[in-house]
């Protein structure tokens, strides 16, 4: 009996793990931090959704700048970049790309340089905006512009204008970019009503400024 109580009184020996040594150690160590920079990351990003769109914040930041006017948000994305490199590096990943140029002939070489170039340009032909680098690879095959390369003229003698009255509407010719009167007018590129659907099919073609022009092709 006395045997029994001594055993059962006797201290519980806890193992202990041996101490991690060397590339044991060292892995440990880095999965550890990676776990905690992670996490640092996480709360960081959850932080600046939640001050951004969260509950507390009343959505004030978000609707200010979805209601902001055009020349508004431009003026603050300036502001922003000439105040923060990050703000500039940011800007750049979204609104810049590489562009190839015809470098100058040096020796027996034609070298090529690089520089940026805007990221979105405004078509010239069908007055979109469109990526500069789809337009590039994929442009003129998949015919990523549509538009009529010619100009709408007046058909006053149209059945579409039969109970028109220029005394009481005023000239036929003010209506030429009125999607109502569309068909009051014809594309001297395909003789179709102004409402036909863009006879031509090609890649985007960017404003021309000056001689120098990134070629993508």
């Not at 005394?167 to 009503?193: Q, R």
Request: hydrophobic share 30%.
């Amino acid at each position: 009996m006395s045997a029994n109580v001594a055993s059962a009184s006797a201290p519980i020996a806890i193992r202990s793990s041996p101490p991690l040594q060397g590339e044991d150690a060292d892995e440990h160590a880095s999965e550890v931090g990676s776990e905690e920079s992670s996490s640092r990351s996480c709360s960081c990003s959850e932080a600046s959704n939640a001050a951004l769109f969260g509950p507390t914040s009343t959505h004030t930041l978000e609707e200010a700048i979805t209601s902001a006017t055009l020349p508004r948000l431009r003026t603050v994305l300036l502001k922003m970049c000439r105040q923060d490199p990050v703000c500039v590096a940011l800007a750049s990943k979204e609104l810049l790309v590489e562009a190839k140029t015809r470098g100058r002939e040096g020796g027996d070489a034609i070298t090529a340089t690089k520089r940026h170039r805007k990221a979105y340009e405004m078509c010239s032909q069908c007055h979109v905006e469109y990526d500069v680098k789809e337009n590039a690879v994929r442009g003129k095959a998949h015919g990523l512009c549509k538009y009529h390369p010619g100009e709408k003229e007046l058909q006053s003698d149209a059945d579409f204008w039969g109970d028109y009255d220029e005394g009481c509407y005023g000239d036929m010719e003010s209506l030429i970019d009125e999607p109502d009167f569309a068909d009051g007018f014809v594309w001297t590129c395909c003789e179709m009503v102004g409402s036909a659907p863009p006879c031509r099919t090609t890649k985007h073609r960017p404003v021309e400024k000056g001689n120098k022009r990134a070629r993508w092709d």
